[in-house]
């Protein structure tokens, strides 16, 4: 069992920066890959950052490359988004996610609300 936990969320103006983090706990954490999803009101979830165990490969989603950058440190167990010169339509409760095998385990989210 993997358990998460997000923090870091909250209101900023457009083109603020706000850095979320994903505490886990539970099996070994770091070695597994983890990503960071999104999901505005009314729209589907999507997938906004991921990388890999080590912290050597990364992906983005084109709405944020550039301005979003996904890390991790593994002695503590946590994943951060970095997220610069953010934008109204990135306002969203983004959450964080790992998987073990055919286990998939999410945290429970976190509001980020971004003003124009």
């Known amino acids: 069992q993997v358990q998460l936990v997000e923090s870091g969320g909250g209101l900023v103006q457009a083109g603020e920066s706000l850095r979320l983090s994903c505490a886990a706990s539970?099996?070994?954490?770091?070695?597994?890959?983890a990503g960071w999803f999104r999901q505005a009101p009314g729209k589907e979830r999507e997938f906004v950052a991921g990388?890999?165990?080590?912290?050597?490969?990364?992906d983005y989603a084109d709405s944020v490359k550039g301005r979003f950058t996904i890390s991790r440190d593994n002695a503590k167990n946590t994943v951060y988004l970095q997220m610069n010169s953010l934008k109204p339509e990135d306002t969203a409760v983004y959450s964080c996610?790992?998987?073990?095998?055919?286990?998939?385990?999410w945290g429970q989210g976190t509001q980020v609300t971004v003003s124009s």
């Open positions: 996610t790992t998987s073990s095998g055919p286990r998939v385990y």
């Open positions: 539970g099996e070994s954490f770091s070695t597994y890959g």
């Open positions: 990388i890999n165990w080590s912290g050597t490969s990364t």
